[in-house]
């Protein structure tokens, strides 16, 4: 989808891998693709003006047997490094550009560390203008490539003399180009489908384009994707890679995607446009964090750094989770960025971190949890699950990945997604059932681990004991004061039948939304058995006109901040059946409830129907505690309101 939205009717074939290229300004970078494919990749009027390379540019190679591989060309001077870090994060193999008559430069010794720190492990240093150097000189750049390269992932990757200008060196390096492409086909699909944006632009007749280097699985046409961070949705409309129409791309390749429902987004370098699943973006990741020599200095904790991943580029705290409290040049360590704005992380993700000045470039790393949370003691116990899910795989990971999670438990493909692994190995992971508990909420499914499982269910029982022991009279503690308690994050909807399963595993009873253990028993005794005593004499003198709690205080001769303990005692007698509770703070005696209920029933088998005035007249009482006592009985099933009238719902 270049400009015009032309549409070949053949298509080459197309190989899953982007060619990128790195350096100094002035390098050679352009004038090398240029030889190499016959397109320019400077495409802004003022590159052309200027001779420099100020934006990404786009071209692609033809290998040999005819596919084609995309090339993302990047600008080499230090003020458009956020360009050139923009089109290096989905570089599977880089021509790194040392010109000859200048060699090694500042922003050679930048570039390589980025590429580095990016996870970049195939290369060719690519020793350029050669014709302008002799023998000798060519020998001494050699060197300094070597000095260069030392201690990063491209140390002994090949060097190629060419002349853009002669042409000399470019079928070498054609064929280094073919070997080191050699079986990268293979690569994996990981997980769902992610393009962070490089380009957005509007065709004239066909709407919103985007461009960029895939990751993870396929998109396809028709697919419904969402915009992230902002989590608009829009849909694949059609799709081209290198100028083809195509139904179907991905994994490594240069996009263009045409989208609908895209008119009113302000798309643009540093969105991701994701698989619909994944729904948000991250404020808070934890990684593991490399800093390089030419930081110069160690990294402090709480550091304010310019965050490059993806496409995006934002300002983060970054937070040190070694004891040391930073992280020194040449060394690595656990730590957490902390996101001004929100951005698409997943594990495995590669990032830099520069400055906040963004002068210079400080380390990188990759993601292994893109759902930090605040650090609670003991810090190590955090740092144990980050270096299982740093240095294994499968089950291990996953196990670590939930524990590390405020969430109590996630769904298999959330989890999929986190990891970015195919679905399928996360089921097969997760159906060791020894390491997992897998709980239902409705149609949805979720996992923990065995540990957080047992650990819940001795929160819970240790909770209910507690309870007991300090409020004895109590029936047992509300469901949501213990949701609200517990050291995870359950929603409501899903702690109902999380509760179920623990009483079918342990000691616990529910009776609709209260929680006890099977051995508890409310039994009055002592000074709450006499003042129960007290309270059942008050209730039954006043049969059908019982007083509230604060009548019952004033008439038991208790002050009204002891309302709570009358309260208390009157939940405990119900549970013993010698009171009825009516309506909030109402209650009545048991004996005087039952000759309500009966007068009640009697009256409707002779007469079918009752108003509430004469109900009012047949107990002698007034009309609040009539209505008070029908509104009980419809709400437990005796009768049923129809308008004014109550009508008998049951045969006896």
Same mark, same amino acid.
């Given at each position: 989808?270049?400009?015009?939205?032309?549409?070949?009717?053949?298509?080459?074939?197309? #190989?899953?891998?982007?060619?990128?290229?790195?350096?100094?300004?002035?390098? &050679?970078?352009?004038?090398?693709?240029?030889?190499?494919?016959?397109?320019?990749?400077?495409?802004?009027?003022?590159?052309?003006?200027?001779?420099?390379?100020?934006?990404?540019?786009?071209?692609?190679?033809?290998?040999?047997?005819?596919?084609?591989?995309?090339?993302?060309?990047?600008?080499?001077?230090?003020?458009?490094?956020?360009?050139?870090?923009?089109?290096?994060?989905?570089?599977?193999?880089?021509?790194?550009?040392? +010109?000859?008559?200048?060699?090694?430069?500042?922003?050679?010794?930048?570039?390589?560390?980025?590429?580095?720190?990016?996870?970049?492990?195939?290369?060719?240093?690519?020793?350029?203008?050669?014709?302008?150097?002799?023998?000798?000189?060519?020998?001494?750049?050699?060197?300094?490539?070597?000095?260069?390269?030392?201690?990063?992932?491209?140390?002994?990757?090949?060097?190629?003399?060419?002349?853009?200008?002669?042409?000399?060196?470019?079928?070498?390096?054609?064929?280094?180009?073919?070997?080191?492409?050699?079986?990268?086909?293979?690569?994996?699909?990981?997980?769902?489908?992610?393009?962070?944006?490089?380009?957005?632009?509007?065709?004239?007749?066909?709407?919103?384009?985007?461009?960029?280097?895939?990751?993870?699985?396929?998109?396809?046409?028709?697919?419904?994707?969402?915009?992230?961070?902002?989590?608009?949705?829009?849909?694949?409309?059609?799709?081209?890679?290198?100028?083809?129409?195509?139904?179907?791309?991905?994994?490594?390749?240069?996009?263009?995607?045409?989208?609908?429902?895209?008119?009113?987004?302000?798309?643009?370098?540093?969105?991701?446009?994701?698989?619909?699943?994944?729904?948000?973006?991250?404020?808070?990741?934890?990684?593991?964090?490399?800093?390089?020599?030419?930081?110069?200095?160690?990294?402090?904790?709480? #550091?304010?750094?310019?965050?490059?991943?993806?496409?995006?580029?934002?300002?983060?705290? =970054?937070?040190?989770?070694?004891?040391?409290?930073?992280?020194?040049?040449?060394?690595?360590?656990? +730590?957490?960025?902390?996101?001004?704005?929100?951005?698409?992380?997943?594990?495995?993700?590669?990032?830099?971190?520069?400055?906040?000045?963004?002068?210079?470039?400080?380390?990188?790393?990759?993601?292994?949890?893109?759902?930090?949370?605040?650090?609670?003691?003991?810090?190590?116990?955090?740092?144990?699950?980050?270096?299982?899910?740093?240095?294994?795989? &499968?089950?291990?990971?996953?196990?670590?990945?939930?524990?590390?999670?405020?969430?109590?438990?996630?769904?298999?493909?959330?989890?999929? /997604?986190?990891?970015?692994?195919?679905?399928?190995?996360?089921?097969?992971?997760?159906?060791? =059932?020894?390491?997992?508990?897998?709980?239902?909420?409705?149609?949805?499914?979720?996992?923990?681990?065995?540990?957080?499982?047992? =650990?819940?269910?001795?929160?819970?029982?240790?909770?209910?004991?507690?309870?007991?022991?300090?409020?004895?009279?109590?029936?047992?503690?509300?469901?949501?004061?213990?949701?609200?308690?517990?050291?995870?994050?359950?929603?409501?909807?899903?702690?109902?039948? /999380?509760?179920?399963?623990?009483?079918?595993?342990?000691?616990?009873?529910?009776?609709?939304?209260?929680?006890?253990?099977?051995?508890?028993?409310?039994?009055?005794?002592?000074?709450?058995?006499?003042?129960?005593?007290?309270?059942?004499?008050?209730?039954?003198?006043?049969?059908?006109?019982?007083?509230?709690?604060?009548?019952?205080?004033?008439?038991?001769?208790?002050?009204?901040?002891?309302?709570?303990?009358?309260? #208390?005692?009157?939940?405990?007698?119900?549970?013993?059946?010698?009171?009825?509770?009516?309506?909030?703070?109402?209650?009545?005696?048991? +004996?005087?409830?039952?000759?309500?209920?009966?007068?009640?029933?009697?009256?409707?088998?002779?007469?079918?129907?009752?108003?509430?005035?004469?109900?009012?007249?047949?107990?002698?009482?007034?009309?609040?505690?009539?209505?008070?006592?029908?509104?009980?009985?419809?709400?437990?099933?005796?009768?049923?309101?129809?308008?004014?009238?109550?009508?008998?719902? /049951?045969?006896?």
């Amino acid at each position: 989808m270049r400009a015009g939205y032309n549409i070949h009717d053949t298509m080459a074939p197309t #190989t899953h891998a982007i060619i990128g290229t790195a350096g100094h300004i002035d390098h &050679g970078k352009t004038a090398l693709i240029k030889a190499l494919t016959g397109q320019d990749t400077d495409r802004l009027k003022e590159e052309k003006e200027r001779g420099i390379s100020i934006d990404l540019g786009f071209a692609y190679l033809t290998l040999p047997d005819g596919t084609r591989t995309g090339i993302v060309d990047v600008p080499g001077h230090e003020r458009f490094i956020r360009n050139m870090l923009a089109g290096a994060h989905g570089i599977d193999l880089v021509l790194f550009t040392v +010109a000859a008559d200048d060699g090694v430069m500042p922003q050679t010794e930048e570039h390589l560390d980025i590429l580095h720190l990016l996870g970049t492990q195939r290369g060719i240093f690519v020793i350029t203008k050669a014709d302008l150097a002799d023998a000798a000189r060519i020998r001494d750049v050699h060197d300094e490539i070597e000095l260069l390269a030392e201690g990063t992932r491209l140390a002994g990757a090949p060097v190629v003399e060419v002349s853009s200008m002669t042409g000399a060196g470019l079928d070498e390096l054609r064929a280094e180009i073919v070997r080191q492409l050699d079986g990268f086909q293979a690569r994996r699909a990981t997980g769902v489908f992610r393009l962070p944006l490089d380009r957005a632009f509007v065709i004239k007749g066909h709407g919103i384009v985007v461009t960029g280097t895939a990751m993870g699985a396929e998109v396809r046409v028709g697919d419904k994707l969402r915009v992230l961070p902002s989590g608009s949705e829009v849909r694949v409309r059609s799709i081209e890679v290198h100028s083809d129409s195509v139904e179907s791309a991905g994994l490594c390749q240069r996009v263009a995607i045409n989208l609908t429902g895209a008119e009113k987004l302000n798309l643009g370098r540093g969105d991701m446009l994701t698989d619909e699943r994944i729904d948000s973006a991250s404020a808070r990741f934890d990684a593991w964090l490399e800093i390089r020599p030419a930081a110069k200095r160690a990294l402090k904790n709480n #550091t304010r750094v310019r965050l490059f991943i993806g496409t995006a580029e934002t300002v983060a705290r =970054a937070i040190v989770l070694d004891e040391a409290g930073a992280i020194a040049p040449k060394s690595a360590a656990f +730590a957490q960025l902390v996101t001004e704005d929100p951005v698409v992380a997943l594990s495995g993700d590669r990032f830099v971190i520069r400055d906040e000045t963004n002068s210079r470039t400080l380390g990188g790393g990759i993601v292994l949890n893109p759902l930090g949370r605040r650090v609670r003691k003991p810090v190590e116990t955090y740092r144990a699950n980050l270096r299982m899910l740093k240095d294994s795989s &499968g089950a291990d990971a996953i196990e670590a990945l939930i524990d590390l999670q405020e969430a109590f438990a996630i769904g298999a493909m959330r989890i999929a /997604i986190l990891m970015n692994i195919p679905s399928a190995e996360a089921d097969a992971a997760l159906g060791e =059932a020894s390491r997992f508990v897998k709980l239902s909420v409705g149609d949805e499914e979720a996992y923990t681990t065995r540990a957080r499982w047992d =650990a819940l269910k001795r929160f819970v029982l240790d909770a209910l004991t507690k309870h007991h022991k300090t409020e004895p009279l109590s029936p047992g503690l509300e469901m949501e004061a213990m949701r609200t308690r517990l050291p995870y994050e359950i929603g409501a909807r899903a702690f109902r039948p /999380i509760i179920d399963r623990i009483s079918h595993e342990s000691e616990i009873v529910r009776e609709e939304s209260v929680l006890r253990l099977k051995s508890h028993r409310v039994q009055l005794g002592g000074d709450a058995e006499t003042l129960g005593a007290r309270i059942e004499e008050a209730l039954a003198s006043a049969r059908f006109q019982p007083p509230d709690l604060k009548q019952l205080a004033e008439a038991l001769n208790i002050s009204a901040n002891q309302l709570s303990r009358i309260r #208390t005692v009157l939940v405990a007698m119900e549970r013993e059946a010698r009171v009825v509770k009516i309506a909030t703070d109402l209650y009545f005696s048991r +004996a005087a409830a039952e000759e309500a209920r009966n007068h009640l029933v009697q009256y409707l088998k002779a007469h079918n129907e009752i108003t509430a005035a004469t109900f009012r007249d047949l107990l002698g009482a007034s009309r609040k505690f009539a209505i008070a006592l029908l509104d009980h009985f419809d709400h437990i099933g005796v009768t049923t309101r129809v308008g004014d009238h109550r009508r008998l719902r /049951i045969p006896s």
